[in-house]
T-cell receptor, first 114, second 113 residues
Framework: GESVGLHLPTLSVQEGDNSIINCAYS??????FIWYKQESGKGPQFIIDIRSNMDKRQGQRVTVLLNKTVKHLSLQIAATQPGDSAVYFCAETISGGSNYKLTFGKGTLLTVNP | NAGVTQTPKFRILKIGQSMTLQCTQD?????MYWYRQDPGMGLKLIYYSVGAGITDKGEVPNGYNVSRSTTEDFPLRLELAAPSQTSVYFCASSSRDSGEKLFFGSGTQLSVL
């Protein structure tokens, strides 16, 4: 069945450093991937997405890399700030369906030390 | 624009009690979802709806019921609450335009004791 997992459950970085959060997926049919950020006591918020016809996509301070060969996804955060401290989830789906269901990974807790 | 609003934020239930978790969205989204999040875990889909009058089971539907009488509202009903239903519940919505980009509410923390 489908599964989305993370290599590291926790990540601690110094303010100003770059952060890399990894995610492995097992459903080779998945063609759309999303990263969500969840701050304590809040619901997940969309960060960035990528489709399987791309291997890299950049946003503001964030970059998502997709390696379809090894079914691996990563989120890079540049110049990490204390406000980036949160749990980060990757999610996968097969796009173009009728219900837009997402399968979520377990999440990685990012802690930014001042 | 409030987005997705969930009530209550916190609730403690006794085993066997029932309750309804409310969810409403003001973005005119067709699709709505209920997820549960257990500590240290990802989100599991309970039920979803692709439009008013249409609902379908997700990954973990047992012990729950939903209805979708309007586009805006998607309540989740717990009958005969059990300790295994202790979790944080998130409602989300999306549209054909936003596609797979779900917009989440702030969650309901439920404890069943």
């Amino acid at each position: 069945g489908e599964s989305v997992g993370l290599h590291l459950p926790t990540l601690s970085v110094q303010e100003g450093d770059n952060s890399i959060i990894n995610c492995a997926y097992s459903n080779s049919a998945s063609d759309y991937f999303i990263w969500y950020k969840q701050e304590s006591g809040k619901g997940p918020q969309f960060i960035i997405d990528i489709r399987s016809n791309m291997d890299k996509r950049q946003g503001q301070r964030v970059t998502v890399l997709l390696n379809k060969t090894v079914k691996h996804l990563s989120l890079q955060i540049a110049a990490t700030q204390p406000g980036d401290s949160a749990v980060y989830f990757c999610a996968e789906t097969i796009s173009g369906g009728s219900n837009y269901k997402l399968t979520f990974g377990k999440g990685t807790l990012l802690t930014v030390n001042p | 624009n409030a987005g997705v609003t969930q009530t209550p934020k916190f609730r403690i239930l006794k085993i066997g009690q029932s309750m309804t978790l409310q969810c409403t969205q003001d973005m005119n989204h067709n699709y709505m979802y209920w997820y549960r999040q257990d500590p240290g875990m990802g989100l599991k889909l309970i039920y979803y709806s692709v439009g008013a009058g249409i609902t379908d089971k997700g990954e973990v539907p047992n012990g729950y019921n939903v209805s979708r009488s309007t586009t805006e509202d998607f309540p989740l009903r717990l009958e005969l609450a059990a300790p295994s239903q202790t979790s944080v519940y998130f409602c989300a919505s999306s549209s054909r335009d936003s596609g797979e980009k779900l917009f989440f509410g702030s969650g309901t923390q439920l404890s069943v004791l």
